[in-house]
C-alpha cells in the first residue's frame, strides 16, 4: 500500500477539513453539495470550488551571495531559491 494522499488543493487553501471516514476513500476528499434543489436551483456566486494554487512571485530574505562568476554570468547563492530550475530570477538587495 502506498502513503496516504495529502489534502486536496480545496481543501487545503480554504482551510475546510475532510469528512470523518474510518478508510481512506473518494468521498472523503470531495466537496459535497454545492448548491441547493428546488429552492434557488442554481449555484450562487462566489460558491468555493477548486481553483489553482501558485503561480505568485516570492521573496526571499537570507540569501547569501556566496561568489560571483562574471565571465560565465553566474551568481552562486547559498539557501533556498524559490521556482523551478532554468526559471528567472530577480535579485535585489
Known sequence: SGRR???PTWLRDRG???SP???WSARQRAPGS???SSDASRVFK???MAGRMGGDRV???GLKVVKIFPEK???LISGSVPG???SIVLIQK
Do not use: D, E, F, V
Request: glycine share 16%; charged share 10%.
Open 5 to 7: 494522499p495529502t489534502y
Open 16 to 18: 475546510w477539513g475532510s
Open 21 to 23: 471516514c474510518l478508510a
Open 34 to 36: 454545492i448548491g441547493n
Open 46 to 48: 462566489g460558491m468555493r
Open 59 to 61: 521573496k526571499m530574505k
Open 73 to 75: 554570468n553566474y551568481i
Open 84 to 86: 523551478h530550475n532554468g
